[in-house]
């Protein structure tokens, strides 16, 4: 094998988090591939418990960990529950991470988020550009969380030789979403929005803020795709950007979801709710010369998205 390269092929794969929307899209892209796809449910190991966590890796003993579990949401429940969003993702991460290394796991996969990047960060933002200015204010306590995860992935490549690397993956949608209407990420959120107002035969559909904040969409199953591509073909401390390369204003993601689902009406701006950081652009470049692009448009991801909201969540 290649120095970097690791196969998959035979090995028992966990996916942390599979039944979310990256660890359901996780689970289908490995049915593709020669491997053990292991899962556990979190009503049988807590993975806010060390001891629960530590015991099952070490009765399990998983060759490879995909993290993609965590305490998510959109800018609103960032900004409101900062405790939980802080609390959550650094104890996630810190007991898969350490009970992995306690375990022998041989390669693990973090995610980070765009979100993380300081705010105002030079765009397209390059990996270096991290902690090198103040976070946005909305989602600080997750971003602190998740560079932590990223820190300690380094950590412990640096001090017990772990091959575990980090992906920076940008805004995500796609299946198995949380289509909460206060906690869910944007897309999701107008999604459920537009298929409402088309329902309900309404004049007008509420967007937050100005509509005028540029974002970056990747589709959920082209991320998957990529994270098992870096699992087997990267290895070297640095994270790594995983974002499609193209931003659309918030209203112009509107114009796509009303095309799509099929509203006729217009926006209304509700502007009490934030903006949040004005860009957040991923130079995705390290990822695209080692041999990776996404595939899918913003406009056929929603296409698949609203497919799997009719059939699950309307
Ligand atoms: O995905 P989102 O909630 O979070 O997108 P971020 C927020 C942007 O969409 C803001 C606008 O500019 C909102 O004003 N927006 C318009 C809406 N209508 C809506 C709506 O109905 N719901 C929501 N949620 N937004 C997140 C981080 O930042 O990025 C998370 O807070 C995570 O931690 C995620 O990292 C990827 O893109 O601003």
């Not at 591939?33 to 629960?52: N, Y």
């Not at 966590?53 to 995909?66: I, R, T, Y």
């Not at 999701?188 to 100005?210: D, N, V």
Request: charged content about 20%; glycine content about 8%; some cysteine.
């Amino acid at each position: 094998m290649e120095p970097n390269k690791y196969s998959l092929t035979g090995q028992k794969v966990w996916v942390a988090g599979h039944k979310g929307m990256v660890g359901s899209a996780l689970v289908r892209r490995l049915a593709t591939e020669d491997c053990e796809v292991l899962t556990v449910d979190r009503t049988k190991v807590d993975l806010r418990r060390q001891d629960a966590v530590e015991g099952w890796l070490k009765e399990q003993k998983p060759d490879a960990v995909f993290l993609a579990a965590a305490k998510v949401g959109g800018i609103w429940a960032n900004n409101a529950y900062p405790a939980e969003f802080l609390y959550e993702n650094l104890v996630i991460e810190s007991n898969i991470i350490h009970g992995a290394y306690l375990a022998g796991v041989k390669k693990l996969c973090f995610l980070g988020s765009s979100c993380i990047y300081p705010r105002l960060a030079e765009q397209p933002m390059k990996e270096e550009a991290l902690l090198t200015g103040p976070l946005e204010p909305t989602n600080q306590w997750y971003a602190i969380a998740k560079i932590t995860g990223i820190m300690m992935c380094q950590a412990y490549r640096r001090q017990y030789g772990c091959d575990y690397i980090s992906a920076m993956p940008t805004n995500l949608f796609g299946a198995a979403d949380n289509y909460d209407p206060q906690g869910s990420h944007v897309v999701a959120s107008l999604i459920q929005k537009a298929h409402q107002a088309k329902l309900s035969g309404a004049k007008t559909m509420e967007l937050w803020g100005t509509g005028s904040p540029l974002r970056e969409f990747l589709y959920v199953d082209d991320l998957a795709d990529a994270l098992v591509f870096l699992m087997k073909n990267y290895s070297d401390e640095p994270h790594v950007n995983v974002g499609i390369g193209v931003e659309h204003t918030i209203r112009q993601l509107a114009e796509t979801v009303v095309h799509v689902v099929g509203f006729q009406g217009e926006f209304v701006f509700d502007l009490t709710k934030p903006d949040g950081t004005p860009r957040k652009l991923m130079d995705s470049a390290r990822l695209h010369g080692m041999g990776w692009r996404a595939k899918t448009s913003l406009e056929d991801g929603l296409k698949s998205a609203y497919a799997w909201f009719l059939s699950n969540r309307a």
